[in-house]
């Protein structure tokens, strides 16, 4: 009796402060939440702890903080904390969990707000937690309370065996790990999450916001990958097999840096082994695909970081402004020495002058091309006509003369100078000789086709 008094003084409640009334008031050890005991559920607990005092009235007055404590009242050393860690380890887990129940599933549930509320205002989020299979026994999880040292050592052990699972994907999880502490978070080892289009959220035909909240959760978990062990997801295969869902299910996966395992939904993933390593090769692929698409970001990046070949540095811009501004306050007397000096200069060194060599380039490169040109074009000889390529024509006339005129009227009528409109010949002719041809009186010359 005497080691389970001193058990219960100095480990279960020393953060008790007794008031001169005799009241106490319970504190519970600094950085604990309220909501650390998430598998504290027995309604019990109240009561246990009223017996306890019942039991030992004495604890009240004989352990007393320092302030309060005269010369001769001391504190006890506690023999609980004094075994060694392996002891008191095996001791957590006889206290805090159940051999019958290897695994504890922790649901977070959404709680249904009043219909009446949502006439005027949202609903608000809410939840709650379920615990299946339910405990046959209460646990009492009030030993968490006693000090800092044995929280931080039991409530990983409480943890241990407990497989948190979001009901929905909707914002529970944030909402459940906000009100734990960060050394409870860092505690989670296991999380269960159900495939976007599997977890009983009706989205209707809207495929793309349960894909949406899939991701989100996807990087609230991601958070906790430090302390993780393991991610399970349920679901049905047929959405793995269906391509085009890969990238909305296994890019957030990737984000997850643990152990993940798929379990088909009312099986164990022991029965389905080319289930397993079907889905272990879909995450690899996907995580290839990240890493190139990270690759190509990076390269996209640093070039934009890297200054154009166009752009001038700045310092070069500084420097062509400041001449510019010099030649302003330039009067024009200024101007005419300053453009003496430049033909001097000139006169003396052409190469001095800027751009000159530049240009003399230019010129020596257009002057070859044009060179290159003439040389292509080839003049054709000269040849001596031959007959074939000449008609012989009349010198007076535009058109070739006939061997022949028949007699007409109008050679009769006037011998002055006449026009043929059909052949638009010009010319005096002298009928009456009654020449037969032409080669006699009038002269001929060759014209080339």
């Given amino acids: 009796m005497e080691n389970l008094d001193s058990f219960n003084a100095t480990a279960v409640y020393p953060y008790s402060i007794v008031t001169s009334s005799g009241s106490s008031h319970q504190h519970a ?6 909501s650390d005991l998430p598998l504290n559920f027995s309604s019990h607990d109240q009561e246990d702890s009223e017996q306890l005092w019942e039991l030992f009235p004495n604890t009240r007055r004989d352990y007393l903080p320092g302030s309060q404590i005269d010369d001769k009242q001391k504190w006890n050393k506690c023999r609980l904390l004094s075994l060694p860690k392996e002891i ?3 001791i957590w887990e006889h206290v805090l969990t159940n051999p019958s129940i290897p695994e504890l599933a922790v649901w977070i ?9 949502k006439l005027t205002h949202p609903p608000p989020p809410l939840f709650g937690t379920r615990l299946e299979p339910s405990r046959r026994s209460p646990v009492n999880t009030m030993i968490l309370l006693a000090n800092r040292f044995i929280y931080e050592e039991a409530l990983p052990v409480l943890y241990s065996t407990a497989n948190f699972i979001p009901g929905d994907l909707e914002g529970l999880w944030p909402l459940f790990t906000n009100t734990l502490s960060p050394y409870a978070r860092s505690c989670i080892r296991r999380i269960r999450l159900f495939s976007p289009l599997n977890n009983g959220t009706r989205h209707g ?12 959760t996807c990087a609230q978990v991601a958070l906790l990958s430090n302390t993780l062990r393991e991610v399970e997801i349920y679901g ?6 269906v391509r085009s869902n890969h990238r909305a299910l296994l890019y957030p996966l990737c984000k997850i840096k643990t152990k993940k395992k798929f379990y088909p939904i009312g099986s164990r993933a022991e029965c389905h082994p080319e289930l397993q390593n079907m889905f272990k090769q879909f995450l690899a692929e996907a995580g290839e695909e990240l890493k190139r698409s990270a690759s190509v970001r990076e390269a996209n990046a640093k070039a934009a970081r890297s200054p154009l070949r166009t752009v001038r540095p700045r310092h070069d811009a500084t420097k062509l402004i400041e001449p510019m501004h010099a030649l302003i306050g330039y009067s024009m007397e200024d101007w005419c020495r300053f453009a003496e000096e430049n033909l001097k200069r000139i006169d003396r060194d052409l190469s001095s002058v800027k751009g000159i060599q530049q240009f003399e380039k230019e010129l020596s490169e257009h002057s070859r091309s044009a060179q290159n040109r003439n040389d292509a074009i080839t003049t054709p000889q000269e040849s001596s006509p031959t007959a074939e390529e000449w008609d012989m024509v009349s010198m007076k006339s535009g058109a070739f003369t006939p061997r022949a005129r028949s007699f007409s009227m109008l050679s009769t009528t006037s011998k002055e100078e006449w026009v043929d409109t059909v052949s638009t010949l010009v010319a005096k002719e002298d009928v009456g000789n009654g020449d037969t ?7 001929w010359e060759y014209v080339e086709k």
């Fill in 88 to 90: 008191r380890l095996h």
């Fill in 205 to 216: 035909n809207d495929r793309s916001r349960a894909f949406f909240h899939w991701a989100v």
């Fill in 236 to 241: 049905d295969w047929s959405i793995f097999e």
């Fill in 109 to 117: 549930i959404r709680k249904p707000s009043s219909p009446l509320y």
């Fill in 437 to 443: 041809s032409d080669g006699d009186s009038e002269g």
């Fill in 29 to 34: 050890p600094p950085g604990l939440a309220a």
